[in-house]
């Protein structure tokens, strides 16, 4: 027995180290999991389980992961990666201009460098070319129409310019130099430039139809448009503010006068007839004097019936037995049902700004007929802002209109180069 | 009877020959509901809550003169999927796992003379936090109105001079939620005010846009 304790390296006499060690463990007294402990929150106690910070875990890891990524490069067939600043050339140029920058390489065993990517420079394919059409002289006389004062020359050298300044019009106006041309504009050059593009487009097709949905056909450039678009900018642009506030002045009087004569129209026509103004059809514009909402009651009133319409008007119920809280739910959520796109989307959030969105919890006649009413106001005034605000887009557009024609003599001499 | 004396009747004839009165309506305020307990440690995978649904008055009052019977029609999986309760309380107590929409079948005294009247309540069991307590049962409620329109004479006599009694106590009393229909009718009003404020100054500013547009359209000319 003592041999086999030799070559184990165990002391040979008394109680031997191993089991010291074990009665050791024994002494500490091992946590029992309490019933109804979940074994998660028992791993917790620290008795319990000896548990490694997961902070340090992290580290640990990382420290293999960095040692396991040099082992990886090491390893890889391609080389360690480094960094050399080489020359290249941008085939997107046409000059040949070299330039130097930083490339990825990467060094092999022989210590051979060579770069990651080879081929040309990644990012000449982004150099992108318009397709400039050309004509040649059988398709110049047949398919493109001849215009009062553009010779084949002139067009010729329209298109080498868009083709050297790939379509970038106001370099192009402005590098525009034909011996005995006249003055062009940008509008004039790309009037002459896309009416050729088109007619050769359509000319090669042999008819409209197939090119249709092409660009350059189904918007064809509309110079005379262009020129009033630019025009009406400059005009907005040259406006001094002692004018604006001017037309404000004018258009706030105006709409003061207005005012009053809408005023004196209305007190006429209550003192004609209060019956016609009482009338629910014609008492539209006078109820936003109105602050006060109609108010209803729990009360049955003998002779009215128990129910509501949409126009949360009496009305009488179908059966004799009904369910009021179900049928003015129905009432509505067929009312909301009926609003569609951004008008149902308005209604809905209107409704939940003011925290009404939820059906009444307590569906009584005043309740129900409140309700009612609440929600058809709620479309009502969705609808008044919708067409304020179309009636305000149109009169912003009326001025703009307006002052292009006041603006429109003295201004004129000074657009002719544009 | 002043509307007897103005040459007008104050009875309309029903169908079956019966006399109605015109023009009148008897509201009955009732309250459907479901009260619901997780089992707990008793829960299986079909048998998870104990509910409970039942209909009830909102003041706690009786409603068996105006209610014969109530038939709750629950979901096809459970056994006699129509069960019928004569007697108040009228409750309504199974074992389930899942949530579905009760028919709640009011059938009404013989002398209303009406057809049953079906009310739809969802059993909910499960709190929308998804917390499941077996303690705090999952109570909802939903207050519904009774509306009988021109009901028969007799009926209407009988009702005007019915003595409110109160319904016999429910176990579940203590969950029971209570209603306050005119806070949620002044809350009702409030916003309408406000609403009429807003609509007051969006029509201004329609009014001034119009005066402006007279404005231009005179400057124009």
């Known amino acids: 027995m003592g041999d086999v304790k030799d070559i184990l390296g165990v002391p040979r006499d008394g109680a031997p180290l191993p089991d010291a060690k074990k009665s050791k463990k024994k002494d500490e007294p091992k946590l029992v999991k309490p019933k109804g402990m979940s074994r998660e929150a028992f791993a917790l106690l620290s008795a319990s389980h000896p548990l490694m910070p997961s902070q340090l875990m992290g580290d640990i890891r990382k420290k293999e992961g960095v040692a396991g990524l040099k082992e990886k490069a090491r390893r890889d067939p391609r080389g360690v990666v480094t960094f050399e600043w ?6 997107a140029r046409g000059d040949g201009l070299e330039l130097e920058h930083w490339v990825k390489c990467f060094r092999d065993a022989q210590g051979r460098v060579t770069p990651a990517e080879s081929g040309e420079y990644s990012f000449a394919k982004y150099n992108k070319k318009p397709p400039i059409p050309r004509y040649n002289d059988e398709e110049y006389k047949a398919l493109v ?24 019009f106001v370099v192009i106006a402005d590098r525009y130099e034909f011996p005995g041309a006249p003055e062009r504009s940008i509008e004039d050059l790309k009037a002459r430039y896309y009416s050729v593009a088109r007619q050769l487009l359509v000319g090669r097709e042999g008819g409209p139809e197939s090119v249709a949905n092409n660009v350059l056909v189904r918007q064809p450039f509309n110079a005379q448009h262009e020129r009033e678009r630019k025009r009406g900018l400059e005009l907005l642009m040259q406006r001094s503010r002692e004018q604006d506030e001017e037309e404000n002045e004018v258009l706030q009087q105006a709409a003061q006068i207005e005012a009053k004569r809408r005023a004196e129209a209305a007190a006429r026509r209550a003192a004609a007839g209060p019956a016609a103004a009482a009338a629910p059809g014609s008492s539209g514009p006078a109820a936003p004097s109105a602050r006060e909402v109609t108010e209803f009651t729990n009360e049955e009133q003998p002779g009215v019936p128990p129910l509501f319409d949409e ?7 179908e059966k004799g037995a009904v369910a009021r809280g179900a049928l003015a739910r129905e009432l509505v959520e067929a009312v909301a049902a009926r609003q569609q796109g951004k008008a149902a989307k308005a209604l809905e959030g209107a409704l939940a700004e003011i925290k009404m969105d939820q059906f009444p919890r307590c569906p009584t006649r005043a309740v129900c007929g409140a309700y009612i009413s609440l929600q058809r106001e709620v479309i009502e005034l969705l609808e008044l802002k919708r067409s304020v605000q179309a009636k305000q887009h149109l009169l912003a557009g009326m001025k703009r209109s307006k002052r292009e024609e006041d603006g429109d003599d003295n201004l004129a001499p000074k657009r002719q180069r544009k | 009877m002043a509307a007897a004396a103005e040459g007008e009747s104050p009875y309309v004839t029903g169908k079956n020959g019966e006399r109605r009165m015109k023009g009148r309506t008897i509201t009955v305020p009732v309250v459907t509901g479901t009260c619901a307990f997780y089992l707990g440690k008793k829960a299986s995978e079909y048998q998870s809550h104990k509910w409970t649904v039942y209909l009830r008055s909102p003041s706690g009052e009786d409603l068996s003169h105006v209610i014969k019977k109530v038939t709750f029609v629950l979901h096809e999986s459970f056994q006699n999927p129509k069960r019928d309760m004569e007697f108040p309380p009228y409750e309504l107590t199974e074992v389930g796992w899942g949530e579905f929409d009760i028919v709640v079948t009011v059938h009404f005294r013989e002398d209303i003379q009406e057809g049953p009247l079906e009310l739809y309540h969802r059993l909910k069991l499960y709190d929308d936090t998804g917390a499941a307590n077996p303690k705090k049962p999952v109570v909802q409620e939903v207050y519904d109105e ?6 028969t004479e007799a009926f209407f006599n009988r009702f005007a001079t019915h ?9 579940l009393a203590q969950f029971f939620t209570s209603f306050a229909p005119d806070a949620e009718y ?6 309408r005010q406000r609403l009429a404020q807003i609509r007051a100054n969006v029509e201004n500013t329609a009014a001034q846009l119009e005066a402006q547009e007279a404005a231009s359209g005179w400057a124009g000319a």
């Not at chain 1, 129409?145 to 970038?168: F, I, M, V």
């Open chain 1, 86 to 91: 080489r020359k290249f050339k941008n085939p």
């Open chain 1, 145 to 168: 129409k001849k215009e009062p004062g553009w010779s084949r020359e002139e067009t010729d050298y329209l298109l080498d310019l868009a083709q050297r300044y790939e379509l970038r």
């Open chain 1, 311 to 317: 126009e949360a008007q009496p009305k009488e119920p």
């Open chain 2, 146 to 151: 009774i509306v009988l329109w021109q009901p």
């Open chain 2, 163 to 171: 003595t409110a009694r109160a319904a016999p106590a429910s176990q």
């Open chain 2, 186 to 191: 002044q809350r009702i009003q409030r916003a």
